[in-house]
């Protein structure tokens, strides 16, 4: 573990999470600091949230399900990180005790970003869930950032309906861009914010040179 981020919960060097809004491009970035992490001989997985254990990813398919009838924020709140707690225990802390480097695509932070500023929920609940729940952060945090318009625009272009979380308005997206980019300003040792505008390849190639300064301590 390293030293003790916000609210006092541990960061851990080995653990890189990534955040952002629809459309940033997670998953080309994964896939690039996967291979350059794995370059060195070590072990690295890849996870994501909501998910990484049998439970949370039912409890994935409930949060995202269109279908789904009307959720009170307070009841996705706590789904969410039901399924985090389970992830944590079952999957990342493990990995991170025998030595892995875990990926994760989002992590707390999204909680913050979609439950707190999206739905309007108080952080200091979501902090005390941190806290008690997770008890666990990232030691770095790539946040791709991209305007709402820009990345709304790329995934409507994926295959499939649009799920539950990517058919709020646009309003809804713009809190949650701000809010992250907020949690970056209060946390810039730990939150790196990456320009995901550009082609993909740009962009994990700036996300990978960004673990690199991470790595040197820069």
């Known amino acids: 573990m390293s030293a003790n981020g916000g609210n006092g919960v541990p960061a851990h060097a080995r653990f890189v999470s990534l955040e952002g809004g629809e459309g940033a491009g997670k998953t080309t970035v994964l896939r690039a600091l996967r291979a350059a992490l794995g370059a060195g001989g070590d072990e690295v997985m890849c996870t994501r949230e909501p998910g990484g254990t049998p ?8 949060l995202l399900d269109p279908g789904q009838a009307p959720t009170a924020p307070q009841a ?3 789904l969410v990180f039901a399924a985090r707690a389970q992830h944590v225990r079952e999957v990342i802390a493990p990995a991170l005790a025998r030595g892995a480097w875990v990926l ?3 992590f707390t932070d999204s909680s913050y970003a979609y439950q707190g500023a999206g739905r309007g929920l108080d952080p200091a609940l979501i902090a005390g869930l941190e806290r008690d729940f997770v008890g666990l952060r990232p030691g770095l945090t790539l946040l791709l950032d991209v305007d709402v318009a820009r ?3 790329r995934a409507s ?9 990517e058919r709020e308005r646009d309003e809804f997206f713009e809190r949650v861009r701000a809010a992250y980019l907020a949690r970056a300003r209060a ?3 730990r939150v790196r914010v990456i320009d995901a505008a550009p082609a993909a390849e740009v962009v994990a190639a ?3 040179a960004a673990l690199e300064d991470w790595r040197r301590g820069r």
């Open 187 to 189: 946390e810039p040792a």
């Open 76 to 78: 996705e709140l706590l």
């Open 206 to 208: 700036a996300a990978v």
């Open 104 to 106: 994760c695509d989002r």
């Open 55 to 62: 439970l949370a990813e039912r409890i994935r398919e409930l």
């Open 151 to 153: 990345g709304r625009a």
């Open 157 to 165: 272009g994926r295959d499939g309906a649009p799920d539950r979380i």
